[in-house]
């Protein structure tokens, strides 16, 4: 499959691991990984940076394959899940540094059509996210309100 904005195939990324059962030598239960979930979420911490954090720090392969539940999940239930999808949310961060360089380097061309391909990434996923009802029908990717969507 070809990549968005370029005529590249590219390589597929990172593969989960193999197997779909609970490692042998892992010594979480499901409880005390929803714990750990909702600790570092409480700390402010993104789903994937979650997981990062559990793989490289506990050694937990996988969240969903010993609490039968993704992080998102899990932060869902405990009332931590940003209003804003993450995938969203770093898209806005990303078009915000863009502009800033935009203002004090106003004929950089490279940098202009990199904002127009970004906002288009964030237009798609805001209609895909309100006809999968994540976020409000009225909601609405404002360029000046963007900061406001980050905090």
Do not use: C
Not at 30 to 59: A, C, H, M, P, W
Not at 78 to 84: A, S, T
């Amino acid at each position: 499959m070809a990549r968005m904005h370029s005529r590249d195939k590219g390589k597929s990324g990172s593969t989960k691991p193999s197997g779909k059962k609970v490692p042998s030598w892992m010594g979480y239960k499901s409880k005390e990984v929803e714990l750990l979930v909702g600790k570092l979420g409480k700390e402010g911490k993104t789903s994937s940076q979650i997981g990062i954090f559990l793989r490289d720090n506990y050694g937990i392969p996988d969240v969903k394959l010993v609490s039968s539940k993704k992080i998102t999940q899990i932060l869902k239930e405990k009332k931590l899940l940003h209003e804003i999808p993450e995938d969203l949310r770093s898209l806005i961060k990303k078009s915000i540094v863009i502009r800033k360089h935009l203002e004090e380097n106003h004929k950089d061309e490279p940098a202009k059509r990199g904002l127009q391909l970004t906002e288009s990434k964030i237009k798609r996923l805001v209609k895909y996210y309100i006809q999968s009802k994540k976020l409000p029908a009225d909601w609405k990717y404002d360029f000046r309100k963007a900061t406001m969507y980050v905090e």
